[in-house]
Nanobody, 128 residues
Framework: QVQLVESGGGLVQPGGSLRLSCVVSGIDLENYVIGWFRQAPGKEREGVSC????????YYSDSAKGRFTISRDNAKSIAYLQMTSLKSEDTGVYFC?????????????????????WGRGTQVTVSS
């Protein structure tokens, strides 16, 4: 059974940076596409960025393009999201989720319908 543990969130001022980590256990991450998702207060969960199993193909939402960078370390079974130039609208709980590479593309993972298995997430608050 897959287990997902997100970390790295916190309170940061606008313009600041954070690096989120997602430790994955219970599966061989190399066989999975993985993505980061955000749930802002009062809004539905949405895909932020997704990466293919080798790290060669990525997808970014319009809001994330140019500011966020997704990466992964299959040997450590960790996915990362480097967030820079943070804005108040980036506030929310961030989750990671994988899906087998044979069943999805990078873009498909990040767009509805979203995965159904989630960790607890990590809270990101961008505020002055």
């Amino acid at each position: 059974q897959v287990q997902l543990v997100e970390s790295g969130g916190g309170l940061v001022q606008p313009g600041g940076s954070l690096r989120l980590s997602c430790v994955v256990s219970g599966i061989d991450l190399e066989n999975y596409v993985i993505g980061w998702f955000r749930q802002a207060p009062g809004k539905e969960r949405e895909g932020v960025s997704c990466i293919d199993r080798k790290g060669g193909s990525t997808y970014y939402s319009d809001s994330a393009k140019g500011r966020f960078t997704i990466s992964r370390d299959n040997a450590k079974s960790i996915a990362y999201l480097q967030m820079t130039s943070l804005k108040s609208e980036d506030t929310g709980v961030y989750f990671c989720a994988p899906r087998p590479w044979v069943t999805t593309t990078v873009q498909q993972l990040c767009l509805p319908p979203l995965p159904r298995t989630w960790g607890r997430g990590t809270q990101v608050t961008v505020s002055s």
